[in-house]
């Protein structure tokens, strides 16, 4: 239908350009021809109202054609519309509905790979946090347990340090106590010579055995001497130690540290002054087979320490005056070396008992051997005058028995063995007798 409304549109188009084209040489011609001939131009303008009307009638037909033909144009391309809007309604449905087909297959597949990834990796997680729990388990009862025990051993800690403090404010009255009784001279002789016996026994001597206390002995001119302890060395030696140390300074130096230098000094002359006494003392004298020194004992390093800081000639000048004067530390080292000699001279008493044990269990051995050798000649005389009893017996009885066990009828035999071989000689030297010795 459009392609019709077409070419009626092209036909009265090339009409119009045609009547036009006419119309434009007709005109020329009448132009040229008005002069000749005007019945022809009447007649031509007559013929051209008659094509005119012609024209306009056919272009009316054209028009009312070319409407029709528009409105049908129009309700063809609403039926069109119509019905592409169907097809297309359809055909999207169907599309639409294929795709949701589609999408929810690949959706349930997607869903059931996406399900089994999800459990693989819900398993991968749980082997993952598997142990991670286990662990974190572990260190939360490890945590409990040593928060528990950490509460124990506060609590512990605390009992103790209040126990310490107790026991620090015992200490430090007890300190007190102490330092008022040292400075008794009886306390403080006392108390050194508890700590001289401990010192002692530590290094390893026996009281009453290897040292003695309080031995006293009056001299010739009727001094009484009484030593705080003789240690008794190998070989008889002695030695003689004096443990009534002076401590009144030393004390003072912890109660007023103001004048600690002051206190100090005065340390070193009491120090020097018992040195001195004892130096005049006639232990060697008295105790004749004394070392050529006594041993001043001090019951504390520290109290020999602040002497020697003070006087670094103080050791050299008391040694020069037959005096040492010793420490724990020094007099353990010197006692160790005391028990040590000991140990070594009773090893060697044991082994000359041993020489002379062994000097008598040789000779007797050699007196054993000679016994032996006789009682083997004995036994070799023995053999022989057996051997010689049993050859008589079967050259001269035997014969005549063995005939008479014949008529007898009996099995029995009586020969009895030759005692061949003889008695073991003895070769060891030791074992010898003198004449064999000899020969």
Avoid: C
Wanted: hydrophobic fraction near 40%.
């Amino acid at each position: 239908m459009a392609d019709i409304v077409l070419v009626l549109i092209g036909l009265l188009v090339g009409a119009g350009l045609g009547v036009a084209v006419g119309i434009f040489f007709a005109r020329g011609q009448a132009a040229t021809l008005r002069s000749t001939d005007q019945q022809v131009i009447a007649g031509l303008e007559a013929q051209l109202q008659s094509q005119e009307r012609a024209f306009a009638e056919r272009e009316d037909l054209i028009r009312s054609n070319a409407e029709e033909a528009q409105e049908r144009l129009r309700a063809d391309q609403a039926a069109l519309r119509e019905q592409f809007e169907a097809l297309a309604s359809e055909a999207l449905a169907r599309n639409n509905q294929r795709f949701l087909d589609v999408a929810d297959e690949r959706f349930k597949r997607s869903q059931h790979e996406s399900a089994a990834e999800l459990e693989k990796r819900e398993q991968a997680f749980r082997n993952l946090v598997e142990p991670m729990k286990e662990t974190l388990g572990k260190v939360e009862a490890q945590t409990t347990e040593a928060e528990r025990l950490r509460t124990e051993t506060q609590a512990a800690l605390s009992e103790q340090i209040k126990q310490m403090m107790a026991r620090s404010e015992e200490l430090g009255k007890t300190t007190e106590s102490l330092r008022s009784a040292l400075r008794r001279p009886e306390v403080r002789g006392r108390w050194g010579e508890l700590h001289l016996r401990r010192v002692v026994e530590l290094a390893g001597l026996r009281n009453g055995v290897d040292f003695v206390e309080q031995s006293s002995d009056t001299t010739e001119d009727g001094a009484r001497l009484r030593p705080d302890m003789i240690v008794t060395l190998s070989g008889g030696r002695k030695i003689v130690v004096d443990a009534k140390a002076p401590l009144d300074a030393i004390l003072d130096i912890d109660t007023d540290p103001e004048n600690a230098e002051h206190h100090a000094q005065r340390h070193v002359k009491n120090v020097r002054n018992r040195v001195k006494e004892l130096s005049t003392k006639k232990y060697r004298e008295q105790f004749g087979s004394s070392l050529d020194f006594s041993v001043l004992f001090l019951p504390a390093e520290s109290f020999l320490q602040v002497a020697t800081e003070q006087d670094p000639q103080l050791l050299t000048d008391a040694y020069e005056s037959g005096v040492v004067i010793a420490t724990p530390t020094v007099l353990v080292a010197m006692l160790r070396t005391v028990a040590h000699t000991w140990k070594a001279e009773a090893l060697a008493e044991n082994a000359e008992k041993v020489l002379a044990s062994g000097k008598e269990l040789y000779s007797r051995l050699s007196t054993m051997g000679a016994h032996i050798a006789s009682l083997g000649k004995a036994i070799d005389r023995a053999s022989d005058a057996y051997n010689k009893t049993v050859g008589s017996l079967e050259r001269n009885v035997l014969p005549e028995a063995r005939r008479f066990a014949a008529l007898q009828q009996i099995d029995n035999e009586i020969a009895p063995p030759v005692a061949s071989g003889t008695v073991r000689e003895l070769t060891a030297p030791e074992l010898a007798t003198p004449d064999e010795l000899a020969g």
